[in-house]
Nanobody
């Protein structure tokens, strides 16, 4: 059972940056696709970004493409989400997730392991 622990959320002004981290408890993390999702109050969970285990290939949701960057450091069992040019509409609880399928997907219900979530609030 892989445990995921997130950190790095907080309050930031519009236009600012934050970096989220997600540390995994197991070295098998390197075999899994990883992703970030977010959920704002009264909204569906939304795909943000994914990194494949096979080749590190990345894919982004249209609302964050060009502003957010997903990365992973398998030596540290850690994944990251660098968020730049933040907007008030980016306000949400952000979750990291890992999928035993090394290709991953954009669908949250395909993921096997989840972090506890970290709040990101962007003020206007």
């Amino acid at each position: 059972q892989v445990q995921l622990v997130e950190s790095g959320g907080g309050l930031v002004q519009a236009g600012g940056s934050l970096r989220l981290s997600c540390a995994a408890s197991e070295r098998t993390f390197s075999l899994y696709a990883v992703a970030w999702f977010r959920q704002a109050p009264w909204k569906e969970r939304e795909f943000v970004a994914r990194s494949r285990a096979t080749d590190g290939g990345t894919f982004y949701g249209s609302s964050v493409k060009g502003r957010f960057t997903i990365s992973r450091d398998n030596a540290k069992n850690t994944m990251y989400l660098q968020m730049n040019s933040l907007k008030p509409e980016d306000t949400a609880v952000y979750y990291c997730a890992a999928d035993r399928d090394p290709y991953g997907s954009i669908y949250w219900n395909n993921y096997d392991y989840w972090g506890q979530g970290t709040q990101v609030t962007v003020s206007s």
